[in-house]
């Protein structure tokens, strides 16, 4: 049985027969003449037929390149139809799936109010949300297990990788309510220099960060425990393994007897930002996003930092009301 070609090869078998000369046709298809010179006899081969006879003066179609024309063109065109009604149904909200990957408490309160308007808006989209522990700074979208993430940054840039800040916030002191530090109204940096910490089982550079390695100047972190997620931390901060800093959302979603939280000063703050593939055009990841940058714009979440306000559809002003 003859495998069917692929719809790139014959495009260019039908540039070259509607031109009927390899120059024009690779100009048309802004590939080299020798390239498509190559793409056409791969054709002809895994067809088991001759197109075309050419010469130095003219190019001019077998029958059975006549044959393919008229298919191939046909075949085209059906594609090209498949392709915009797809598209036409995702632009009306016509199906389709997205996974949404996100650490602990993903986006604070934005996350549901971002969720309800995604799904008003496009409601036969089917949403996944996926967590992911403290291992994977990208929160899938490295190996492609998610769509779209809301990540903590600082994250490495990548050539494939978007990002954009939804809001920043402080971050905090967790300890355990029998720590010496835990009736502090505040504390600095300075006042834990000396207490045992512990790390997110993470890169280097994003555990370094929730340690304040930066803002430690030549003291080195005394490390109590290292943990994959943020019930891990919690449980090593009750057992009076160490302390740990998180964003300050944290104590109104992870609030628990024995763990007191207290305010910083003098450590920068934490972004949440939303991030996706940029090598993967995904009509629902930038509808997702789009509702995200809007929504961030509103100050939904307390003591953030919301990011630059933006138009808002009438659909999106009625979930937050």
Known sequence: MVE?????????FVAVAQELHFGRAAARLHISQPSLSVQIRKLEHQLGA???????????????????????ERLLTSAERLAA??????????????IVGFQANAAAELTPKILAAFQARYPRVQVEMRSHDFADPYVGLSNGSTDVAFVQPPILLQDWLCVETLFVEPRVLVTSA???????????????LDEPFVGRR?????RDFWLAVDSRGP????????VGSV???????????????????????????GLAFVPVDGLPPSPLAIAWRNDMNARP?????????????????PAATPSSTSAMPETIANITR
Do not use: K
């Not at 069917?4 to 260019?12: A, H, K, T």
């Not at 993470?202 to 994003?206: G, R, T």
């Not at 990841?285 to 979440?301: G, H, I, K, P, S």
């Open 178 to 192: 029998n720590c010496h530090l835990a009736g502090r109204e505040r504390v600095s940096i300075e006042d834990v």
């Open 219 to 226: 003291h080195t972190v005394r490390l109590g425990a290292e």
């Open 85 to 98: 009604v797809t598209r036409q149904a995702a632009d009306n909200g016509g199906g389709g799936s997205l």
């Open 202 to 206: 993470a890169p280097e550079y994003w």
């Open 285 to 301: 990841v930038q509808q997702f996003v789009e509702t995200a940058r809007m929504l961030a714009a509103l100050d939904l979440v």
């Open 4 to 12: 069917p070609p692929e719809l790139r090869l014959l495009r260019y």
């Open 231 to 257: 019930d891990e931390c919690f449980e090593a901060i009750l057992s009076s393994r160490g302390v740990a800093f998180t964003q300050a959302s944290t104590q109104r979603f992870y609030s628990r007897p």
């Open 50 to 72: 001759q197109l075309l006879e050419r010469n130095s003066r003219h190019v001019m179609l077998t029958p059975a390149g006549e044959v393919l024309l008229d298919e191939a």
